[in-house]
């Protein structure tokens, strides 16, 4: 099966850039998407087709993925963003996988 | 306001089952492709299920593939989960959770349910 891997945490100062990886074989042919959970929160979608944000969502969220990695990038990083995220693609066109997730730490 | 409601977790023995239902309001379940997610405590999102849109496609993750059976009843615009056998590494909470499709190769869930907790112990 497909496998999606994150570092465990990453932390960054306010008003700096933070930057979460999300490594898998040849993961740039799919499509990838990322979501945020906040303790006690179900996720969010935050980033969709690897680059699009939904409606709501802070233009500080954006995405890359090219290769064997995809990046979620927050920009301007505020308190509001510490939060675990997730990467998620498709094994097959029917099963999603996720990586392990990230903790955000806004220090 | 648009939502969707998890009833149905609670504590079962090792061996057990229970069947989860998700009840989706103020948009039409028929038109979504729709998945289960848990989530152990203290850990990451796993992917449990898939259903489309009919009922005509299901998809499993190894995991829980022969135990669990996801169906839909689009009259009453629900979704369910059927856990047979169940075991402690069965424990989390569980995501209703709506698929939207972009495009055949993009999709994302967009809406999640507020979860619910399903304690496999003796």
């Given at each position: 099966?497909?496998?999606?891997?994150?570092?465990?945490?990453?932390?960054?100062?306010?008003?700096?850039?933070?930057s979460i990886t999300c490594s898998g074989d040849q993961l740039?042919?799919?499509?990838?998407?990322?979501?945020q959970q906040k303790p006690g929160q179900s996720p969010v979608l935050v980033i969709y087709q690897d680059t699009k944000r939904p409606s709501g969502i802070p233009e500080r969220f954006s995405?890359?993925?090219?290769?064997?990695?995809?990046?979620?990038?927050?920009?301007?990083?505020?308190?509001?963003?510490?939060?675990?995220?997730?990467c998620q693609a498709w094994d097959s066109n029917t099963a999603g996988v996720f990586g392990g997730g990230t903790k955000l730490s806004v220090l | 306001e648009v939502q969707?409601?998890?009833?149905?977790?609670?504590?079962?023995?090792?061996?057990?089952s229970l069947r989860l239902s998700?009840?989706?309001?103020?948009?039409?379940?028929?038109?979504?492709?729709?998945?289960?997610?848990?989530?152990?405590?203290?850990?990451?999102?796993?992917?449990?299920?898939?259903?489309?849109?009919?009922?005509?496609?299901?998809?499993?993750?190894?995991?829980?593939?022969?135990?669990?059976?996801?169906?839909?009843?689009?009259?009453?615009?629900?979704?369910?989960?059927?856990?047979?056998n169940l075991s402690a590494e069965d424990t989390a909470v569980y995501y209703c959770v709506r698929e939207k499709r972009y495009f055949v190769w993009s999709h994302a869930f967009d809406l999640w349910g507020q979860g619910t907790m399903v304690i496999v112990s003796p």
């Open positions: 099966s497909y496998e999606l891997t994150q570092p465990p945490s990453v932390s960054a100062s306010p008003g700096q850039t933070a740039g042919n799919k499509y990838i998407c990322w979501y995405g890359s993925n090219s290769g064997n990695t995809a990046t979620l990038t927050i920009s301007g990083t505020q308190a509001m963003d510490e939060a675990d995220y997730y | 969707l409601v998890e009833s149905g977790g609670g504590l079962v023995q090792p061996g057990g998700c009840a989706a309001s103020e948009f039409t379940l028929s038109g979504y492709e729709m998945n289960w997610v848990r989530q152990a405590p203290g850990r990451g999102l796993e992917w449990v299920s898939y259903i489309s849109t009919t009922g005509t496609t299901r998809n499993y993750a190894d995991s829980v593939e022969g135990r669990f059976t996801i169906s839909r009843d689009n009259a009453k615009n629900s979704l369910y989960l059927q856990m047979n």
